[in-house]
C-alpha cells in the first residue's frame, strides 16, 4: 500500500493547524479504513480531557449490562436529579443550563425507560440521562466492559459534572487511539452482540450536532458519531458511511485555549481532509498500478 497518502494528510493538517486562530493546543487524530485496511495515527496516544465522548463508553456499557442481564432495556427508571461523588459521596446535581436536553429534566419525579435515556444521552448529549445510566449499571462494571473489550485509552472514572472529583482531579479521559478501537468495536459488531452494536450505530446515526465530522463531508455522508465539547477541548469521534464505499473510523480530538473561536471549522476541515486523502477503493488501486 503506497504511504504518499500519509505525507499529504500530514501536511494538511499541519497547514489545517497553522491556519486556525488561534491555533489549537494539541490535535489528535485517528483513522481505520474498512475499504483497504489503511490506518493513520497523529497524536493518537496524548490523553486528553474526554468531554461527552466518554458517553460512548457508557453506551456501550449500557448494552453490556443488558446483555449480561443486569439491565433491562425495557424497565423504568425514575428520573431524579441526585448523585454522590466518586470522590466521597457528597450530593451533586447536573445544572440545567449545562445541558443541551429539556425533555429528560422535564421528566424529573417521573420514569423513563432505560432505552429513552440511551438516545439523549448520545443524540443531544443530555448530562442528567449519563449519569442516571451510570448509576444505574455502575463505574466499575463499566470499566470491566471497556476491560472485556480490550479498549486501552478510554478511562472512565465518573459521571458527568461531578465538581468534587474534578476539583481532585478525577477525570474521564481518552486517546484518539483508544476511541477508535471503541469505535472499531461496534463496527466490527464485537461490541456485546451483532443486533446490539447495530443498535448503537442507529443511535449514533441520531446525533443532532454535527458541525464537526459531517460538516466536512459531501452530501449523502452519515455518520454515527460523538461529539465533546468544554471550555477548553472540542473533539469529535464516529463513522462515517458513503454511498458505494465501505465505512471509515474517524476520531478528531482538539485542546484550546478557553473558549478560543474557529473549533468546528477545525474539526470539519480535518474531517475533508481525511476524506480527501482516503479517497475511494478503486483510486488507492489505480495508484498502486501507477507505481
Do not use: C
Amino acid at each position: 500500500m503506497p504511504s504518499d497518502w500519509i505525507a499529504t494528510l500530514d501536511r494538511r493538517l499541519d497547514e489545517l493547524e497553522a491556519q486556525a486562530q488561534p491555533r489549537p493546543r494539541a490535535l489528535a487524530v485517528a483513522v481505520r479504513d474498512y475499504a483497504d485496511g489503511r490506518v493513520y495515527e497523529r497524536a493518537d496516544l496524548r490523553p486528553f480531557h474526554a468531554a461527552s465522548t466518554i458517553k460512548i463508553a457508557v453506551l456501550v456499557g449500557v448494552f453490556a449490562a443488558a446483555a449480561a442481564g443486569r439491565v433491562a432495556l425495557d424497565a423504568r427508571l425514575h428520573v431524579r436529579n441526585r448523585f454522590r461523588s466518586v470522590l466521597d459521596g457528597r450530593p451533586f446535581r447536573v445544572h440545567p443550563d449545562r445541558d443541551a436536553d429539556g425533555a429528560v429534566y422535564a421528566a424529573r419525579g417521573k420514569t423513563l425507560r432505560v432505552r429513552e435515556l440511551l438516545e439523549p444521552m448520545i443524540t443531544t448529549s443530555s448530562n442528567l440521562a449519563t449519569n442516571l445510566l451510570v448509576d444505574l449499571v455502575g463505574i466499575d462494571a463499566l470499566r470491566v466492559t471497556l476491560a472485556t473489550l480490550g479498549i486501552d485509552g478510554v478511562d472512565l472514572r465518573r459521571g458527568v459534572e461531578d465538581e468534587a472529583a474534578y476539583q481532585a482531579g478525577i477525570h474521564n479521559r481518552v486517546t484518539a487511539r483508544g476511541l477508535r478501537t471503541l469505535l472499531e468495536a461496534i463496527v466490527e459488531e464485537r461490541a456485546v452482540s451483532a443486533p446490539a452494536a447495530r443498535a448503537m450505530l442507529e443511535i449514533l446515526l441520531a446525533q443532532r450536532f454535527n458541525r464537526g465530522i459531517p460538516a466536512g463531508l459531501p452530501d449523502g455522508a452519515r455518520v454515527a458519531h460523538k461529539t465533546g465539547e468544554i471550555s477548553t477541548v472540542a473533539h469529535d469521534a464516529g463513522v462515517v458511511f458513503l454511498p458505494e464505499r465501505r465505512p471509515y473510523v474517524l476520531v478528531v480530538l482538539s485542546e484550546w485555549a478557553p473558549e478560543a473561536e474557529g473549533r468546528h471549522a477545525l474539526l470539519a476541515g480535518v474531517s475533508r481532509a481525511v476524506y480527501e486523502a482516503l479517497g475511494t477503493p478503486a483510486d488507492a488501486e489505480r495508484t498502486s498500478a501507477d507505481r
